[in-house]
């Protein structure tokens, strides 16, 4: 019983995770430069109401994607989503 609640709430994390991520990069406070590493505009960087969740996602600043074999993403689409 508690190994399905591990895996249900290991599930819910990431899928919170994914979320997270996803909306910065939509809503362009984080985008993905020339290195292929994540980056965050600066006014998410200074944002002064920090939270536990917003900490743990600016831990991925600097870090390189891990590039998919199929699929790649476009760099002129990246490059147009960083201006």
Avoid at 20 to 30: I, N, P, S, T
Avoid at 32 to 43: G, H, L, P, Q, T
Avoid at 54 to 71: A, H, N, Q, T, V
């Amino acid at each position: 019983m508690t190994l399905h609640f591990y895996r249900f709430a290991k599930i819910r994390f990431l899928r919170f995770a994914l979320a997270l991520h996803d909306r910065a990069f939509d809503r362009g406070l984080m985008f993905i430069d020339e290195a292929m590493s994540v980056r965050f505009r600066e006014k998410i960087i200074r944002c002064e109401k920090k939270s536990p969740g917003l900490d743990w996602l600016l831990s991925y600043e600097g870090k390189r994607i891990c590039m998919p074999r199929k699929f790649r993403p476009d760099s002129n689409c990246l490059a147009k989503h960083r201006s």
